[in-house]
């Protein structure tokens, strides 16, 4: 079964996070939650927190050689403090060198710059974090789901079924490679 490892910590946007888990779950496909801290990780919607998520496992004890794609939801909150952990950041360039699926929403995209994989890629993001996309050496555009190669971006909670398709087609057909098997 294809596993989809899913990083957020508290402040994680909660469309972000459960809209495209839902999608991904709905195509077949594992999730696991991990995070900085065990328990529960709480969301945050319309300008207040929201509902809580489990975390299955501690970003330590995760690796990316265990899953088939990364996806991380945005928030202003949750990248912000994830984009500061040596641990996180490893495992976003972990993902990238093996050539699995990324997918960042909103202003997840800052932990694509904070691992210097976007140069040279076209990427999107929330408009407030398209400057910082840009300063890392990214081609910034303004659409729902911009995909480069391994790299699946998006601008924020509108742009979920075109970026949770993104994803699910880039998982699909990277499990059909060679390499996947």
Excluded: Y
């Excluded at 899913?6 to 999730?31: C, H, V, W, Y």
Aim: proline residues 5%.
């Amino acid at each position: 079964m294809t596993n989809v490892l899913i990083i957020a910590t508290n402040g994680f946007e909660q469309s972000e996070l459960m809209g495209p888990k839902a999608r991904l779950e709905d195509a077949g496909m594992k999730t696991t939650v991990a995070s900085l801290e065990a328990g529960d990780i709480r969301g945050w919607k319309d300008g207040d927190w929201g509902e809580s998520v489990s975390v299955d496992k501690l970003v330590d004890d995760v690796a990316a050689s265990d899953f088939d794609a990364l996806l991380l939801p945005g928030g202003q909150i949750n990248p912000d403090v994830l984009r500061m952990n040596d641990t996180v950041i490893a495992l976003v360039k972990d993902f990238d060198k093996a050539g699995k699926p990324i997918a960042a929403i909103c202003h997840a995209p800052w932990l694509l710059a904070e691992a210097d994989i976007i140069r040279g890629k076209t990427v999107t993001g929330w408009p407030s974090i398209r400057t910082d996309l840009k300063n890392a050496g990214g081609n910034v555009v303004d659409s729902e789901a911009a995909v480069d190669a391994n790299l699946i971006t998006a601008r924020n909670p509108d742009d979920i079924p075109a970026f949770s398709d993104a994803l699910i087609k880039a998982v699909n057909a990277s499990a059909k490679t060679p390499e996947a098997a």
